[in-house]
């Protein structure tokens, strides 16, 4: 039986950067929905709603707005309760803040809670497809794919791999990091929403031997995702180039390990060289900009329209325990104010494209989600301003249906009133 929700649609067609006429708003739309969860068409209800046949269930949203899923890039399980904690910059924060909290996943009980929390919340706050650093313990990361699996949220991750420079539980070796990710990495493969991300969690915890282990584990598995971190904070970066006096810049010592390719999402990135930016678009690799954690650490501001000029993908993760907010909707306005400061103007095209299509792009699974192109899933959250009285006269003062999704953007924060994937409604009682 097909269903079709009604309510105001907004989605991207194709590149805002590139074609500034691909975002398509449809007032009083509708989206028809198939058994199987794919989008048979989309457009005015007007239009859709007088062919329909009598079974044809009706979920009427109203004036409320249905967006494609948000598409959280980066984001890490074990610092779920780090989340907000007073700070004196990178390097300090992991020693104090992030390694005690990491250290305690190795509990499986706990872990298994926290993954847990972690999906509903990012289900809730209309996240329904995100890129996770795990655990350093295989068991913890086993918890979080079954908590994706268990209510369905697409989640790329894999155990956080560190040789050194951390508390000793935390630490693994080579040949252990090997099993651990083929296992998980089985796991995954039967699993359609499920995909393994190998995470070594930056150049100053890896030895050459385990970035050389990761290289050799992409060749072995093709299919396999990257992530890492780099160019995050001054003083990391001087560092990295004392740890290894023959790169030629940071982006070097992950390339001489054989881990830049298209699957490759590198986080940060906000002190590159231009060596650097022209070697990622080269290699094809993609970046993932985390502002209010960028902010929060003071790391410094993403320069996004030299990455735009070299052509490479660009995505937005909230950087769970560095970044403040459980959404990546809640990051837009963060990433709005950081180009402010650099002379570059945002549009809400551009702005939703990051956690949307963009996003869904640079990982290859546009084929499935990040719009509301007929045949890919239904994958979509309803942002409801029913209790807002505010934000609805606000709304009424906006010229343009694009300017009252800046708007929103900006002024809606906790109005995620139902999530749907694959045309299928998380239940409330999970939220
Ligand atoms: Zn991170």
């Known amino acids: 039986m097909n269903t079709v929700?009604?309510?105001?649609?907004?989605?991207?067609?194709?590149?805002?950067?590139?074609?500034?006429?691909?975002?398509?708003?449809?007032?009083?739309?509708?989206?028809?929905?198939?058994?199987?969860?794919?989008?048979?068409?989309?457009?005015?209800?007007?239009?859709?709603?007088?062919?329909?046949?009598?079974?044809?269930?009706?979920?009427?949203?109203?004036?409320?707005?249905?967006?494609?899923?948000?598409?959280?890039?980066?984001?890490?399980?074990?610092?779920?309760?780090?989340?907000?904690?007073?700070?004196?910059?990178?390097?300090?924060?992991?020693?104090?803040?992030?390694?005690?909290?990491?250290?305690?996943l190795a509990r499986v009980d706990y872990a298994s809670r926290l993954a847990d929390e972690l999906v509903r919340r990012l289900l809730g706050a209309g996240v329904t497809t995100a890129v996770v650093f795990g655990s350093q313990f295989a068991q913890a990361t086993k918890s979080l794919f079954a908590a994706a699996k268990q209510y369905g949220m697409?989640?790329?991750?894999?155990?956080?791999?560190?040789?050194?420079?951390?508390?000793?539980?935390?630490?693994?070796?080579?040949?252990?990091?090997?099993?651990?990710?083929?296992?998980?990495?089985?796991?995954?493969?039967?699993?359609n929403n499920?995909?393994?991300?190998?995470?070594?969690?930056?150049?100053l915890s890896c030895s050459p031997a385990l970035l050389e282990m990761c290289g050799e584990f992409m060749r072995h598995h093709p299919e396999?995702?990257?992530?890492?971190?780099?160019?995050?904070?001054?003083?990391?970066?001087?560092?990295?180039?004392?740890?290894?006096?023959?790169?030629?810049?940071?982006?070097?010592?992950?390339d001489q390990h054989g881990l830049l390719g298209p699957r490759t999402l590198l986080v940060h990135d906000i002190h590159p060289q231009g060596a650097e930016l022209r070697r990622m678009a080269e290699s094809g690799c993609s970046v993932c900009h985390c502002p209010s954690s960028n902010l929060f650490l003071g790391s410094g501001l993403f320069p996004l329209r030299r990455h735009i000029q070299h052509g490479i993908p660009i995505a937005v993760g909230t950087d769970i325990g560095a970044g403040l907010h459980f959404s990546v909707w809640n990051e837009l306005p963060e990433v709005y104010k950081i180009q402010r400061l650099q002379g570059v103007n945002l549009n809400a095209?551009?702005?939703?494209?990051?956690?949307?299509?963009?996003?869904?792009?640079?990982?290859?699974i546009e084929a499935e989600t990040g719009n509301f192109e007929p045949g890919t899933m239904a994958d979509f959250w309803v942002l409801d301003l029913e209790d807002d009285l505010y934000l609805k006269h606000r709304l009424a003062h906006c010229e343009s249906a694009e300017a009252r999704l800046f708007t929103l953007m900006h002024l809606a924060r906790h109005h995620c009133r139902a999530v749907y994937i694959q045309g299928k409604r998380c239940k409330s009682r999970h939220l």
């Open 194 to 203: 499920l995909h393994y991300l190998l995470t070594p969690r930056f150049a």
């Open 349 to 364: 095209a551009q702005l939703l494209y990051l956690v949307t299509l963009g996003a869904a792009r640079l990982l290859g």
């Open 5 to 104: 929700f009604l309510g105001t649609l907004a989605h991207l067609l194709d590149n805002p950067f590139q074609h500034p006429g691909a975002l398509e708003i449809i007032d009083r739309g509708a989206l028809l929905v198939g058994p199987d969860g794919r989008i048979i068409a989309v457009g005015a209800k007007d239009k859709i709603c007088p062919g329909l046949s009598a079974s044809t269930t009706i979920v009427d949203y109203g004036e409320a707005w249905l967006l494609p899923g948000l598409i959280d890039a980066h984001l890490h399980y074990p610092q779920y309760y780090a989340v907000a904690a007073a700070n004196r910059g990178l390097l300090s924060w992991l020693e104090q803040t992030v390694f005690p909290e990491e250290s305690a």
């Open 154 to 191: 697409r989640l790329f991750a894999g155990v956080t791999l560190m040789d050194h420079g951390g508390p000793e539980p935390l630490l693994t070796n080579p040949e252990t990091a090997w099993q651990v990710c083929e296992a998980l990495y089985g796991f995954c493969c039967n699993e």
């Open 224 to 254: 396999v995702y990257l992530q890492t971190h780099i160019n995050e904070n001054r003083e990391e970066i001087d560092a990295v180039a004392k740890a290894f006096p023959e790169a030629e810049h940071y982006l070097d010592v992950y």
